[in-house]
Nanobody
Framework: VQLVESGGGLVQAGGSLRLSCAAS????????MGWYRQAPGKQRESVAT???????NYADSVKGRFTISRDNAKNTVYLQMNSLKPDDTAVYYC?????????????WGQGTQVTVSS
């Protein structure tokens, strides 16, 4: 399974960005997908997750500003980020839990940099 992310970049505080992550691979069944982030000197943290049924979960720090969505037919997950703050600066990683031969395995993208200037 390969996860390919796109959409990161540099934006001013208050601006918006949309991240995308497409999963590819043969005979895969994706369960939960999500976005995590890691700022310099900090641990990786969960930003938002979404199940195959559409149930979402957000970190308190992004509630009301970020929206996660997915297209199951395309095995793609999106993260719409509005009202960005300098504290949102981090490398954002896509995650997908996929069933491979009935075993649930986590996969990670390569990461995309999001920088919010003040």
């Amino acid at each position: 399974v390969q996860l390919v992310e796109s959409g990161g970049g540099l934006v001013q505080a208050g601006g918006s960005l949309r991240l995308s992550c497409a999963a590819s691979g043969s005979s895969i069944s994706i369960n939960t997908m999500g976005w995590y982030r890691q700022a310099p000197g900090k641990q990786r943290e969960s930003v938002a997750t979404i199940t195959s049924g559409g149930r979402t979960n957000y970190a308190d720090s992004v509630k009301g500003r970020f929206t996660i969505s997915r297209d199951n037919a395309k095995n793609t997950v999106y993260l719409q980020m509005n009202s960005l703050k300098p504290d949102d600066t981090a490398v954002y990683y896509c995650n997908a839990d996929a069933y491979i031969n009935f075993v649930l395995i986590p996969y990670w993208g390569q990461g995309t940099q999001v920088t919010v200037s003040s």
